[in-house]
């Protein structure tokens, strides 16, 4: 893999110093990656020559990857075009290296950054490209890919952080599910024969048990039909608008998980809408883009509405006030920013509150839902084997 090497001058700003100290833990998790990553596609044979079936994915980590790199190089006096091509002789993912080429080709040829960047919206959202347009405006790149890298990370780290949360249940789910079927195709039809000759002196719920277990073992591709059925269409109608607002619903409603989404979406977007204002984008485009990236489409309605309010000469915090959706704290601060003109920067403390807030959320939510999970596996998995068990217990008193 080419290695880069930088060369600072002994007149070079502390501010560049310290960015390239922030880029160093990330650099080097990404070049292990990238190593490792060759390393297996030379193995397999002639890397550089063989396409491969699959194009590779470019990951939000290869993003904060880039724009880190950019911000160092652009930030010590590098040319950006030579600052991508630098990246791109580093790059061993194809598809980001195509990507990328794309990009420095329409910079060399007169094209500005951000429209260049827009062409390629899969990987680099309406968000990166505004602040971007912004900074060219300004004329400050490299402090601005500075705080689009952090703004990527904080992102990331947000969304691995619910990932993990929602981990522990869902695998206690599917392990619940899979331990069900077991039992009731594979353990209960073994004790069938045997219940069947005492079958008026069998429990209710064995006798439930046993028509049940007859139904998936008779009928299994009929079930198994009607649950791809139920899954796809489940899936199917929460792509659809009606389906979006009842899933979106849920996700602020529900107990224990339901704080924890409505400090997730409000965080997102405070700190999407703070970075926006206070690099300079206009506080039009900083709530449109604040309503794109809400992800719930309750909170989504709430900022378009302060964005027409804003429109017509109203503050934000106007819209805002008294729905349930928004604290009144929250509130009370976004209006004292508006109030005395530094909004960017209270709603950059805000979404710093709010980060620590999701954290502790994601804590407590996972101390809460773990034993939660644990009773309601034993419940479903030992009622069932209970059913099983007491016939036998009952058919031995009655023989002994």
């Not at 429990?203 to 439930?208: I, M, Q, S």
């Not at 009928?219 to 009842?246: D, E, K, S, Y």
């Amino acid at each position: 893999m080419t290695k880069l090497q930088y060369s600072f001058s002994e007149t070079s700003s502390s501010k560049s110093a310290n960015v390239v100290d922030a880029a160093m833990a990330y650099e080097t998790r990404y070049a292990l990656d990238q190593e490792d990553a060759a390393s297996a596609g030379a193995a397999d044979g002639d890397y550089d020559n063989d396409e491969p079936l699959i194009p590779p994915r470019v990951s939000r980590g290869d993003i904060i990857y880039v724009t880190t790199q950019l911000a160092v190089m652009v930030d010590t006096g590098i040319s950006l075009a030579t600052a991508l091509e630098s990246i791109i002789e580093q790059t061993d993912n194809r598809t980001l290296r195509k990507v990328l080429t794309n990009i420095k080709d329409a910079v060399e040829s007169g094209e500005d950054f951000s429209r260049a960047l827009d062409r390629h919206p899969k990987h680099f959202s309406k968000t990166y490209v505004a602040l971007v347009r912004a900074s060219e405006a300004t004329g400050t790149m490299g402090e601005m890919l500075d705080r689009i890298a952090l703004y990527l990370r904080k992102e990331l780290e947000t969304r691995q952080k619910i990932r993990a949360a929602l981990a522990y249940p869902t695998v206690m789910i599917v392990l619940t599910f899979a331990v069900t079927i077991f039992l009731l195709t594979y353990v209960m039809p073994k004790f069938a024969p045997v219940f069947e000759r005492k079958k008026e002196a069998l429990p209710k719920t064995t006798r439930v048990m046993m028509k049940v277990s007859d139904t998936l073992v008779d009928h299994w591709a009929i079930c198994l039909i009607g649950l791809t059925a139920t899954v796809g269409g489940t899936v199917a109608g929460m792509r659809t608008p009606t389906g979006r607002r009842a899933r979106d619903w849920m996700k602020i409603n529900l107990p224990i998980i339901g704080p924890l989404f409505r400090k997730v979406t409000i965080s997102r977007s405070i700190s999407t809408l703070g970075t926006m204002v206070a690099s300079g984008v206009s506080v039009l485009d900083a709530l449109q883009l604040s309503s794109e990236v809400a992800g719930n489409s309750y909170y989504e309605a709430v900022w378009q509405k302060a964005l027409h309010k804003v429109t017509s000469g109203s503050q934000i915090h106007e819209t805002l006030a008294g729905n349930p959706l928004f604290p009144p704290m929250l509130v009370q601060m976004i209006r004292s920013g508006e109030e005395t003109g530094q909004l960017g920067n209270v709603l950059g403390r805000v979404s710093a509150y709010y980060d620590n807030e999701v954290e502790s959320s994601v804590k407590t939510t996972t101390s809460l839902i773990e034993p939660i999970m644990i009773a309601i596996m034993g419940t479903v998995v030992g009622g069932i084997g209970m059913s099983i068990m007491l016939p036998i217990f009952s058919l031995s008193r009655m023989h002994g």
